[in-house]
């Protein structure tokens, strides 16, 4: 198993935060976050589930505590998921 380094958001360059709306699904709150930062994926050459397994966003216990966060790479960004937000930071290089 490879230790991933500890996410350190303050040294990142913060492209959106997105505020998840109550009746929004997970996936739907990503997609819409990327294209609330002016980031169209829809004409990308990869999908979502390209780059997330999103059958995870619905296992996943959000209102657990301590509090829940996700942070993975989706085309080349880094993003923070959590279950009021998704934070899309800067990336040096587009996926």
Same mark, same amino acid.
Do not use: H
């Given at each position: 198993?490879?230790?991933?380094?500890?996410?350190?958001? %303050? %040294?990142?360059?913060?492209?959106?935060?997105?505020?998840?709306?109550s009746?929004?699904?997970?996936? %739907?709150?990503?997609?819409?976050?990327?294209?609330?930062a002016?980031?169209d994926?829809?004409?990308?050459?990869?999908?979502?589930?390209?780059?997330?397994n999103?059958?995870?966003?619905?296992?996943?216990?959000?209102?657990?505590?301590?509090?829940?966060?996700?942070?993975?790479?989706?085309?080349?960004?880094q993003?923070?998921?959590?279950s %009021?937000e998704?934070r899309?930071?800067?990336?040096?290089?587009?996926a």
């Amino acid at each position: 198993m490879v230790i991933l380094p500890l996410l350190d958001e %303050e %040294e990142l360059p913060l492209v959106v935060a997105y505020s998840r709306s109550s009746d929004e699904n997970m996936d %739907e709150a990503v997609v819409n976050a990327f294209l609330a930062a002016n980031i169209d994926v829809f004409d990308r050459p990869t999908t979502l589930v390209d780059w997330v397994n999103t059958d995870v966003f619905e296992d996943l216990q959000w209102s657990s505590s301590p509090r829940l966060y996700l942070c993975t790479r989706i085309w080349g960004y880094q993003v923070v998921i959590t279950s %009021e937000e998704i934070r899309i930071y800067a990336s040096s290089k587009e996926a």
